[in-house]
Structures are given as structure tokens and as C-alpha cells.
């Protein structure tokens, strides 16, 4: 199974989903993550920094609706230029 649907912005979904249907010996390693998910700055964080680091190097992690609207602003204008800041360091 390759699409996992649930709340991604529960830390306790995304680690039983990661641990028990796709970090296992027989699955292929992770390279592409589409996060279709909340609005919300705070939840697309967490999303952020769950997958961020489970993917393989040269991996793709997708966010969609990432926009100009009052929910998603402090992760737009905050969290993702220090993110590609550190990356980039």
C-alpha cells in the first residue's frame, strides 16, 4: 500500500504509520512524500518535521497549499525560510 490517509497532524498517526506499514525490511526506501493536509501553519509543521527526516537523500517531500491565507502565514513567512536557511547553511 503506497497511499496512507489519516489526521498527519497527529505525531501518534504519523509514527504508526511510518513503524508499521512502511518502515519495514521488504518496502523500498522513501523518496517522495505528498502531504495534502491541513492549512493550519502549526499542523503542516509537524508534517514537515515528521517526514522531513525519513526521507532518503535526493528525496521530494510535496506540500500543497502552501498560500498567502491567515492559517498557513507563520508557516510560509516563518518556518519554511529558516528550514531551507538551515538546509542551506
Known amino acids: 500500500k503506497r497511499l496512507h490517509c489519516g489526521d498527519a497532524s497527529l505525531y501518534k498517526f504519523l509514527k504508526e504509520t ?29 508534517s514537515l518535521f515528521f517526514w522531513l527526516p525519513r526521507l532518503e537523500p535526493g528525496g521530494i517531500l510535496i506540500m500543497e497549499d502552501i498560500q498567502p491565507i491567515s492559517e498557513a502565514n507563520q508557516f510560509r513567512t516563518h518556518v519554511l525560510p529558516q528550514v531551507i536557511k538551515d538546509l542551506h547553511w
Open 18 to 46: 511510518w513503524d508499521t506499514k512502511m518502515n519495514l525490511p521488504e518496502k523500498p526506501p522513501l523518496m517522495v512524500v505528498v502531504d495534502d493536509a491541513s492549512h493550519i501553519a502549526h499542523q503542516m509543521t509537524i
